[in-house]
């Protein structure tokens, strides 16, 4: 029996999105249509992602223009009226997703619509204006919607009561993600090496160097709170490094701070295991797929309540608090480190 073909509208190929994507493509003939895979920031190990997805087809859609921050490619049109597909899934309320609500609400083509998105409820709740507009056509001429956590489930239930609505979390396989594991002895070795880690308690960051994820507020409590051994091991990249190096070197705690440099993969996953805890001081996250990664690894997370991921921590493996209120921060990380 032939599977019903899918045509899914990414912008780019995260890692955490290789498990999904596999998934879909036990039950569909599956094709992928990247639309913003340059994005700074997410451009990742391509040749080594693409290898891991399983009889899907991928194309990279990179010619036309951005609204703003939004791409709005050419040959989405020509793309679909290819491909045939009998369902399409596309991400957010994006201008492609807007074009296969047309597409779908002028009867040009003939196939089930469905949408994924990032929202957290307070970034569901914040939605206005245009981007309020542009969801509410999309959604009223889609035929379900994907969310990440039974929180904006009942937020879209509530606000669009014809609308069907699913729960798919932003993750990895845990199996996946633990068959790394027997690697990590010699690479945790070398790191203690490289970066002389040896009899060191270590708070860990993952992720891009930018404003909206608070590396400065976590500078800035981490020179002030009581943390005796601890060393704070920045992994990742951006254009905050710099801004970043010298902030810890004005509050005097440069030789406390380890900026790692960009991993990925089996040579990220292995941090976890390293580290005493993990730390996401995010201002603004849709999700946090980091805090699942940390999670599987046995990794505990302090994160902040501005994130997407909350349900995923509990009492008994990490703890929630308001990045933007200093003491309570510096508080955080002082009994965490006592902690853990």
């Excluded at 003939?29 to 994005?39: L, R, V, Y």
């Excluded at 068959?179 to 308690?201: C, G, T």
């Excluded at 005097?252 to 993969?265: D, E, Q, R, T, W």
Aim: with cysteine.
């Amino acid at each position: 029996m032939n599977k019903p073909k899918a045509l899914v509208f990414y912008q780019y190929l995260p890692p955490w999105r290789i498990d999904v994507f596999n998934e879909m493509g036990k039950y569909y003939d599956m094709t992928i249509a990247f639309t913003n895979a340059e994005c700074e920031g997410f451009t990742y190990n391509r040749k080594e992602l693409l290898g891991k997805l399983k009889n899907i087809k991928t194309i990279f859609l990179n010619k036309g223009l951005k609204i703003g921050n939004r791409p709005l490619r050419w040959g989405i049109f020509k793309l679909i009226k290819s491909e045939k597909p009998d369902v399409v899934f596309s991400h957010e309320y994006s201008p492609t997703s807007i074009l296969v609500a047309l597409y779908k609400q002028l009867g040009i083509f003939h196939y089930k619509y469905y949408l994924t998105t990032s929202d957290n409820t307070q970034m569901a709740e914040s939605s206005s204006g245009l981007k309020a507009k542009a969801r509410s056509y999309v959604l009223n001429h889609s035929d379900g919607l994907i969310v990440y956590s039974d929180a904006v489930k009942q937020w879209y239930k509530k606000h669009f009561k014809q609308l069907k609505i699913e729960i798919c979390p932003n993750i990895q396989n845990p199996e996946s993600l633990l068959s790394y594991r027997e690697m990590f002895p010699a690479i945790i070795e070398q790191y203690k090496k490289q970066f002389a880690l040896e009899d060191k308690n270590i708070i860990l960051y993952t992720g891009r160097l930018v404003e909206v994820k608070g590396l400065d507020l976590l500078i800035n409590a981490f020179a002030k709170a009581q943390t005796d051994n601890y060393i704070l091991i920045i992994v990742g990249e951006g254009k905050l490094k710099e801004d970043l190096k010298v902030q810890a070197m004005q509050l005097g705690i440069l030789n406390k701070i380890v900026f790692a440099g960009f991993y990925s993969g089996i040579e990220l996953y292995a941090w976890y295991e390293l580290a005493n805890f993990f730390i996401l001081p995010s201002r603004y996250e849709p999700f946090g797929a980091v805090v699942n990664e940390a999670l599987v690894y046995g990794c505990p997370v302090i994160a902040s309540k501005y994130i997407g991921a909350t349900d995923f921590i509990t009492q008994n493996n990490g703890k929630l608090f308001d990045p933007l209120n200093e003491q309570e921060f510096i508080e955080v990380l002082q009994s965490s480190c006592k902690k853990y």
